[in-house]
């Protein structure tokens, strides 16, 4: 199995930055796209950034020129360093890792989800 670890998150005041980090850990025979996605109370779970095994990035509108998204790919590890926060990014942040496991000889991919990690900015 696969296991991706959160750390980071926290309480700032809003202006503030945090730098949350994503390690992935387990049976993997290449992580593919890694991202962080996020969810407040009452919202649904919405994608924040990502970025593709050979680094190409998304992010949401709302995060553009705050939040920066770089990944090692030699530790199965993704970090989202946010910048400039504001009230409205308080949310549970996710971390997603599309893997390619190697079951037997079949190579399989599957999707997985960190437990989570709060994000609160304060005004």
């Known amino acids: 199995q696969v296991q991706l670890v959160e750390s980071g998150g926290g309480l700032v005041q809003a202006g503030g930055s945090l730098r949350l980090s994503c390690a992935a850990s387990?049976?993997?025979?290449?992580?593919?796209?890694m991202g962080w996605y996020r969810q407040a109370p009452g919202e649904q779970r919405e994608l924040v950034a990502a970025?593709?095994?050979?680094?190409?990035?998304n992010y949401a509108d709302s995060v553009k020129g705050r939040f920066t998204i770089s990944r090692d790919n030699a530790k199965n590890t993704a970090t989202l360093q946010m910048s400039s926060l504001k009230p409205e990014d308080t949310a549970v942040y996710y971390c997603?890792?599309?893997?390619?496991?190697?079951?037997?000889?079949?190579?399989?991919?599957?999707?997985?989800w960190g437990q989570g990690t709060q994000v609160t900015v304060s005004s």
């Open positions: 387990g049976s993997i025979f290449r992580v593919n796209a």
């Open positions: 970025i593709a095994s050979g680094g190409k990035t």
């Open positions: 997603n890792a599309d893997v390619t496991r190697n079951r037997g000889g079949l190579y399989v991919k599957d999707d997985y």
